[in-house]
Nanobody, 121 residues
């Protein structure tokens, strides 16, 4: 079992930055790929970014490429999402997830409770 706890969300003006963190329990964190997803009100959950378990290879959705960066620190059991140049359309609940290196939510086995990000115009 892996438990995930996100933090770092909040209210920010457009153009601002936030860094989300997701801390995992358990000793197997380094064996999982990690992903960030988001869900805006009335919309389906969508993929944001993913990072491989050991190589650190990462991939971001086109909507955030060049603005968001995913990183992980296996020694701290933590994955990060650095979000720069935020836009109002980035407003959503952000979730981290542990599973297989994929952009599909069904390929992730464990999910955090989410953290709210609100970007004002």
């Amino acid at each position: 079992q892996v438990q995930l706890v996100e933090s770092g969300g909040g209210l920010v003006q457009a153009g601002g930055s936030l860094r989300l963190s997701c801390v995992a329990s358990g000793r197997t964190f380094s064996t999982y790929a990690m992903g960030w997803f988001r869900q805006a009100p009335g919309k389906e959950r969508e993929f944001v970014a993913r990072i491989a378990s050991v190589t650190g290879i990462s991939y971001q959705a086109n909507s955030v490429k060049g603005r968001f960066t995913i990183a992980r620190d296996n020694a701290k059991n933590t994955v990060y999402l650095q979000m720069n140049s935020l836009k109002p359309e980035d407003t959503a609940v952000y979730y981290c997830a542990a599973g297989t290196y994929s952009s599909r939510s069904q390929d992730y086995d464990y999910w955090g409770q989410g953290t709210q990000v609100t970007v004002s115009s």
